[in-house]
């Protein structure tokens, strides 16, 4: 199977906060943002495997600050690492505002998508080639957060996990 890089899954989205999407403190809901960035996170994972995928969990959201009323929001998904049926995809989020065109970055999120046929049924995705030194970062790290998650879950053994070695050991 061929391989893609990181840049072609690329997907950006940029949005206003309205004050339907936000809380009383005038801040973007954390259900809204999650929602949000699942659909770029979900577009980015299509990109990368060329068929329906369904969102595997989240593994990881850093609330850094919060999104005020009127914020420009912009979401950025690259798939992270591909293992067989799996993507695992980074999501990084910043917001302006109208005055300042200065991005600030608030949130960053990983999420895990498994791409299916239209049975259901998983299906093979192509291998992913990271090319600048945050994808070879992103790319390397994801193993290590793969592995904690099926030792977390049951699905793996500790001692199978040869990235968790020196935590489990």
């Known amino acids: 199977m061929s391989f893609k890089t990181p840049e072609q899954s ?3 989205m940029t949005d206003l906060v309205l004050p339907s999407d936000t809380n009383a403190l005038n801040h973007l809901f954390g259900g809204e943002l999650l929602a949000r960035m699942d659909r770029a996170a979900s ?9 329906i995928v369904v969102t595997a969990s989240i593994n990881n959201v850093s609330f850094g600050e919060p ?3 009127g914020s420009i929001l ?3 998904a690259k798939v992270s690492r591909a293992f067989s049926t799996s993507m ?13 065109r200065k991005k600030l970055k608030v949130n960053e999120a990983i999420y895990t998508f498994v791409a299916v046929n239209k049975r259901g049924r998983p299906v093979k995705v192509p291998d992913l080639k990271p090319e600048t030194d945050l994808e070879k970062n992103r790319y390397d790290s994801a193993l290590r957060r793969r592995q ?7 699905k793996m053994k500790a001692n199978e ?7 489990f050991d």
């Open 148 to 154: 904690l998650s099926l030792v977390l879950a049951g």
């Open 67 to 69: 999104v005020p009323l």
């Open 10 to 12: 690329k997907t950006v």
């Open 43 to 51: 577009i980015s994972a299509v990109k990368h495997s060329e068929n």
């Open 74 to 76: 912009t979401i950025e």
């Open 161 to 167: 996990a040869s990235e968790l070695k020196a935590i």
């Open 88 to 100: 695992e995809v980074f999501i990084d989020v910043w917001i302006q505002n109208k005055k300042n």
